[in-house]
């Protein structure tokens, strides 16, 4: 992966102006994720709205009589996939039959791409966003549905995809880099939920151990919390983690679970798993979100976060993320 970017490039990206004398193009994302980087590619071309908000769980969010209305008014749906979006998959469906809706883990990544479920094989995992080389790829799938529906925003939506996958590119790259400083044997990822094998298959963690499974629209048991706490004084874990969307109750309960055995275990942050975080915070945009996970998660377990490369250099969202 390569780490810069011709600052032409960057520079030709934001001063390009909004191609089509066509209005914005009302665009719906289920969720941030999808909604950052479709206004990152289509810039003014697209009028962006989010249905699933910060700090919510697109597992188990129903759709709301305003909802309906928003997928009513949007001319362009994105969504990750029914794992992901359970309770919407019957409305998305019913929509897709009259609005163009994208489905953007399908669209983008062939079956040999994407994980399953380690609780049931065959069912895929689409938390796909934590590993940034995989997320990378619903960039190209975002302009082009867009350029299906406003075809003279297509040209000028190439220099900003070329500029913000740059800066994806750049972004695998740094994580890798500072996950590889985690000194062996403790590059141990423990979570509420199963939303973080991506990362650990991506960026070499040696393992990623969760109380709840894929979906955390069912409740952890407390033999899910022994077996987890097995886990953690088995390896000698030193750091475990809460989730933004997830009560932090599980964790806090597997750490007094953990450390009634002898074991000394502390949380060690906070991470985004299936929301960003709130506009114009760190975790607000979605290379803000993984540079803050992987701060978080770099500096709990031991290592140390390398310079940001060049095409990173100066985004407001990653201050405090570096030494």
Do not use: K
């Amino acid at each position: 992966m390569r780490y810069t970017i011709l600052a032409s490039a960057f520079a030709l990206t934001l001063a390009t102006p909004a191609a089509s004398e066509s209005p914005p193009l009302p665009v719906l994302a289920t969720v941030g994720m999808i909604a950052d980087v479709a206004e990152n590619v289509a810039g003014d071309c697209v009028a962006v709205e989010t249905l699933i908000g910060p700090g919510v769980d697109p597992h188990d969010y129903s759709a709301t009589p305003s909802d309906v209305r928003r997928l009513e008014a949007a001319e362009l749906v994105f969504y990750v996939h029914p794992a992901l979006e359970e309770q919407l998959a019957r409305v998305l469906e019913r929509f897709g039959a009259r609005v163009p809706t994208v489905g953007v883990l399908e669209a983008a990544l062939d079956a040999g791409a994407l994980l399953d479920d380690p609780d049931a094989p065959g069912t895929v995992d689409p938390h796909i966003w934590m590993d940034v080389a995989r997320w990378a790829r619903i960039a190209p799938v975002i302009a082009e549905a867009v350029a299906d529906q406003r075809p003279d925003c297509a040209e000028a939506m190439e220099p900003r995809l070329a500029a913000y996958t740059a800066q994806l590119d750049a972004l695998h790259g740094w994580v890798a880099e500072a996950i590889a400083t985690i000194p062996e044997g403790q590059r141990l990822l423990v979570t509420a939920h199963d939303a973080f094998e991506y990362y650990a298959d991506a960026y070499g963690m040696e393992a990623s151990e969760a109380i709840e499974g894929i979906s955390s629209a069912s409740e952890a048991a407390i033999a899910d919390i022994r077996e987890v706490a097995d886990f953690v004084v088995d390896r000698g874990v030193g750091a475990v983690f809460v989730e933004t969307t997830i009560s932090p109750r599980t964790i806090e309960a597997l750490v007094a679970e953990v450390r009634a055995r002898g074991h000394d275990v502390v949380i060690g942050g906070e991470l985004f798993s299936d929301a960003m975080g709130d506009p114009g915070t760190p975790g607000g945009t979605y290379i803000g979100m993984i540079a803050a996970n992987t701060a978080t998660i770099t500096r709990a377990l031991g290592g140390a976060l390398p310079p940001l490369p060049e095409a990173l250099a100066g985004l407001p969202e990653l201050a405090g993320h570096t030494d």
